[in-house]
Structures are given as structure tokens and as C-alpha cells.
């Protein structure tokens, strides 16, 4: 059963930078792509970033240039660079492996203008 342990979050003005981390807890880390996803608060769920087992990575259009996905997969961790946020970052986010249905608590996100 995966387990995740989304961190890193918190308040920033819009402009500042946060970076996420999230530690994966089962067997399948390796070999599986990894995501970012996050939920602000009244809409839904929404891909933010993925990263392939060969590090391929992709971004929706709304953070693409200003957000960075990475992975670690001695450590089991993947990883959120998040720079110039704007108050539209504002949500919960969370790590997930695709195909697996469970979630994490998330860690949250607060950007002030």
C-alpha cells in the first residue's frame, strides 16, 4: 500500500518561492512516473506536474516556466521547486503515483498579494 508524505508548504507573498517535498512509502517508487496535483479551495482537483521514470517532465500551462518537478528515487522522494507564485497557487497540494488511488493529506499552499 503507498503512503505519502507531502511537506514544504506554507504562507509567501506573490513573487516568493516554496519548494515542496513529498516522500513516497511503498515498493513501486522506481518504476512508476510521479505528480503533482492540487486543489484550491471550491474547484477541483488539477495535474500540475509530472515526471517520467526517465525524468521526462511536463506542466500544465499555468505553471509551466515558473514550477519545477524532480525526483529522487534513492531517496523515495519527489520534489516541487515553485517560484514566482501568484495568489491563483493558492490550494492544497499533493504528490501521487498515476494508476494508484489513494492520497496523501497534502501540504498547503498560501500565496498573499
Known amino acids: 500500500q503507498l503512503e505519502y508524505e507531502e511537506s514544504g508548504g506554507g504562507s509567501v507573498q506573490s513573487g516568493g518561492s516554496l519548494n515542496l517535498s513529498c516522500l513516497v512509502r511503498?515498493?513501486?517508487?522506481?518504476?512508476?512516473?510521479l505528480e503533482w496535483h492540487r486543489q484550491a479551495p471550491g474547484k477541483p482537483r488539477e495535474l500540475v506536474a509530472e515526471?517520467?521514470?526517465?525524468?521526462?517532465?511536463e506542466y500544465a500551462d499555468s505553471v509551466k516556466g515558473r514550477f519545477t518537478i524532480s525526483r529522487d528515487n534513492s531517496k523515495e522522494m519527489v520534489y516541487l521547486h515553485m517560484t514566482r507564485l501568484r495568489p491563483e497557487d493558492t490550494a492544497v497540494y499533493y504528490c501521487?503515483?498515476?494508476?494508484?488511488?489513494?492520497w496523501g493529506r497534502g501540504t498547503q499552499v498560501i500565496v498573499s498579494s
Open positions: 501521487k503515483i498515476p494508476y494508484f488511488p489513494s
Open positions: 511503498g515498493s513501486v517508487f522506481g518504476v512508476n512516473p
Open positions: 515526471i517520467s521514470t526517465r525524468e521526462i517532465t
